[in-house]
């Protein structure tokens, strides 16, 4: 069990860290439009840095697999659920990553007719499609799981709070002003299950045939 505790703070960790880093770095435009944010994520001098990026992204995502299978023995009947979520997490945001990369590929392969005859707001759509993929999708789905181990699983009264407040701000990610809640939590959550408690309880309801000899 502990064991299998630390490799799952390990996975969270991995994605708590890759994900804000890449998003951060890769340049991949989103937010308001900006020409001058497009012109430079397709600059030639920054397609590999674009794409290298992208690709510690959806590393950074897998992550999110070791969680999942790592964790939901403590969720007890839930835990199957959790799985689910974190495998659709994982794999909504490789697409995302490999999307914004995908567009500095075409413009190192593409030639001159991709590089100047694609209209900015084109890429722009792209782009930002790719970034909800990437990082709001498994927001999402580690919110709704934030909040079903506060329910489930055992672990202090301040972090149960957290992860719900978490949860609901990983819902609401596409509003972007709420992630930074969600990543602080992802970030506390993974140290927690490294060094925490070493024999987390499964939270279920006691058995009604349980007799007292």
């Known amino acids: 069990m502990e064991t299998s505790r630390r490799a ?12 804000p880093l890449a998003f951060m770095s890769s340049g991949a435009p989103g937010g308001g439009y900006s020409d ?16 290298l990026f992208c690709y510690l992204g959806a590393a950074g995502a897998l992550g999110l697999l070791f969680f999942g299978t790592r964790w939901h023995a403590a969720l007890g009947s ?6 689910s979520l974190t495998v659709a997490g994982a794999a909504t945001s490789v697409v995302g990553w490999f999307l914004d990369g995908g567009v500095a590929v075409s413009m190192a392969e593409g030639g001159h007719t991709v590089q100047h005859g694609v209209p900015h707001p ?4 792209l782009t930002e499609t790719g970034n ?3 990082v709001c999708a498994p927001a999402f789905f580690l919110g709704v799981g934030a909040i079903l181990m506060a329910s489930r699983s055992s672990m202090p009264t301040w972090l149960k709070a957290f992860s719900v407040l978490a949860g609901v701000c990983g819902i609401l990610a596409p509003l972007f002003f709420t992630y930074g809640v969600f990543v602080l939590w992802t970030v506390v959550f993974s140290v ?14 006691a058995s009604p045939s349980a007799a007292v000899v």
């Open 132 to 134: 909800l993929l990437a």
């Open 8 to 19: 799952a703070g390990f996975g969270l960790l991995i994605y708590a860290l890759a994900t």
């Open 78 to 83: 839930a835990g199957d659920l959790l799985r």
């Open 36 to 51: 001058h944010m497009v012109r430079s994520y397709i600059a030639s001098e920054h397609w590999v840095p674009a794409f």
């Open 192 to 205: 927690w299950l490294v060094v925490g408690a070493r024999r987390p309880a499964i939270a279920t309801p």
């Open 122 to 125: 084109v890429i722009y759509t």
